[in-house]
Structure formats: structure tokens, C-alpha cells
């Protein structure tokens, strides 16, 4: 019973929160809601390929300690 009654609370949350945007995409210009979507896409973009190119380079440093370590151990 408590998992239907918070399903139900959850569906009408999602109803709330869908006209609120609706409403306020009716209200905005076009144009205006084009261009804010379009440079949340960039920075989105921006973070990810931050993301990647410093987990590449702690993958690299990783890589070469986990070598070192193993010739220093097959030269002993």
C-alpha cells in the first residue's frame, strides 16, 4: 500500500512539474529557449571532454606506476 500511495505521490509530482515547464515554454520566446538549450549542450559538452581528458591522463599515471612497480619487482 505505501509503494502505490508514493507511486501516486511521484506521478503527481511529474504532473506539477510538467505544465510548470509547459507554462513557462509557452511564455519565453522561441528563439530564447533555442539558444539557452543550445549553450547547456556546450557546457555539457565542455565537461564531458574535461572529463575524459583528466581521467586519460590519471589512467596514463596510473598505468606507468603500476609498470614501474612491476619491473622494479622482476629486476629484484
Known amino acids: 500500500m505505501r509503494r502505490?500511495?508514493?507511486?501516486?505521490?511521484?506521478?503527481?509530482i511529474t504532473?506539477?512539474?510538467v505544465r510548470?515547464?509547459?507554462t513557462w515554454a509557452d511564455q519565453q520566446p522561441i528563439v530564447?529557449?533555442?539558444?539557452e538549450g543550445q549553450e547547456t549542450i556546450a557546457g555539457m559538452n565542455k565537461v564531458a571532454q574535461?572529463?575524459?581528458?583528466?581521467f586519460n591522463e590519471a589512467r596514463t599515471r596510473r598505468e606507468a606506476e603500476l609498470r614501474a612497480s612491476l619491473l622494479a619487482?622482476?629486476?629484484s
Open 20 to 22: 510548470k515547464v509547459k
Open 4 to 12: 502505490l500511495f508514493w507511486m501516486g505521490v511521484g506521478v503527481a
Open 50 to 54: 574535461s572529463f575524459v581528458g583528466e
Open 32 to 35: 530564447k529557449v533555442a539558444m
Open 73 to 75: 619487482s622482476a629486476a
Open 15 to 17: 504532473i506539477v512539474v
